[in-house]
């Protein structure tokens, strides 16, 4: 199929809703402050073209080609967090400070390009290769849990059937009769005694849609902190793990007693948040803005940061002063 020469802006904002965008060229334009999700990129070439302050969010490039395009972060970060790239080329491109946490390389190639102090957290970089390219700084972070936070998981997701499980003893067992009952009293028993040793350690839960209403209702309020402090939600003993928060604003939020682990806040405006009692190990807390935040009691083992706030961290006392083998950049505690 020849390749047409389309507006990139325009065609990945029409683009929003069936999401497949095949066979192009976009060539020589500035991009900047524009988000793009859920998108394919079939057989693409963007050749020439600047992009700043730009987020290709769960976005698919498929057979794509960058030619001399140059990421800048004058306007902001490029990111491509949670993409995928298959069979696609970076040549001769400059992408400093680039994010691609989580993103997944298939028979992909870095060539003659700048990645200096790029992001690479938590990506399976296994299929691509880097060659002749600079990477002072880069972040090439690979994820690994530790034992006891797989235990951790473990021990909710059981918690959690032992409590359905409960639910159909206590729903059904009357309408069974009592051979039933009899039946699987000892099983009964031992569910009740599993739920009463885990109750305690359960923590509430929230559908990534409920709470990404949520979260929109709160940044609607404004950039006002102390508006945004006043009336911000109370997610306190809340299980968020694993979740995506990137460029949110979530100023005043009441975290305490969640678990985090393995969240993205990178780039978040994070003042007034209370995060006394929470787990955030793993979490990545990169370029993240803080200020008057509470960390009395939190877990805050291999998370992520950047220079400057690790800095901070140090001077407030919140993280040790002396940690081995960090890489330039960005800091895994």
């Known amino acids: 199929m020849e390749l047409q020469f389309k507006n990139f802006t325009m065609e990945a904002k029409k683009k929003e809703n069936d999401g497949l965008i095949s066979s192009m060229t976009f060539t020589e334009e500035i991009v900047s402050n524009?988000?793009?999700?859920?998108?394919?990129?079939?057989k693409c070439i963007f050749q020439r073209m600047k992009f700043s302050g730009l987020s290709f969010s769960n976005t698919i490039f498929s057979e794509c080609e960058f030619k001399s395009c140059t990421f800048s972060e004058c306007k902001g970060l490029v990111s491509f967090n949670e993409s995928k790239f298959d069979d696609t080329k970076f040549n001769s491109c400059q992408i400093p400070a680039a994010s691609f946490i989580k993103a997944v390389f298939a028979n992909s190639q870095f060539n003659d390009t700048i990645l200096n102090n790029a992001n690479f957290t938590l990506a399976d970089i296994s299929g691509a290769e880097v060659n002749q390219c600079e990477v002072e700084g880069t972040i090439f972070e690979k994820y690994e849990k530790n034992q006891e936070q797989i235990q951790k998981r473990f021990n909710r997701m059981v918690s959690r059937c032992l409590f359905e499980l409960f639910g159909v003893f206590e729903s059904f067992g009357d309408l069974l009769g009592d051979e039933f009952s009899e039946k699987y009293l000892p099983l009964k028993e031992y569910i009740t005694e599993m739920l009463d040793s885990q109750l305690n350690s359960r923590l509430m839960t929230m559908s990534?849609?409920?709470?990404?209403?949520v979260l929109?209702?709160?940044?609607?309020?404004?950039?006002?902190?102390?508006?945004?402090?006043?009336k911000a939600p109370d997610f306190s003993d809340h299980d968020f793990h694993s979740f995506n928060f990137q460029d949110r604003n979530l100023s005043g939020i009441n975290f305490s007693g969640c678990d985090?682990?393995?969240c993205i806040f990178t780039g978040c405006e994070l003042s007034y948040c209370n995060f006394?009692?929470?787990?955030?190990?793993?979490?990545?807390?990169?370029?993240?803005?803080?200020?008057?935040?509470?960390?009395?009691?939190?877990?805050?083992?291999?998370?992520?940061?950047d220079k400057k706030n690790k800095e901070d961290f140090m001077k407030a006392g919140i993280i040790p002063n002396e940690l081995p083998g960090n890489l330039p950049g960005s800091e895994r505690m």
């Open 34 to 42: 524009m988000e793009t999700e859920d998108i394919v990129y079939d």
């Open 260 to 262: 985090l682990t393995d």
């Open 208 to 213: 990534k849609e409920e709470l990404e209403t």
């Open 216 to 230: 929109d209702k709160h940044e609607k309020k404004g950039s006002s902190l102390l508006l945004n402090k006043a």
């Open 276 to 305: 006394s009692n929470a787990d955030l190990s793993n979490a990545i807390l990169y370029g993240a803005h803080f200020y008057q935040n509470v960390f009395d009691g939190a877990k805050m083992n291999g998370i992520i940061l």
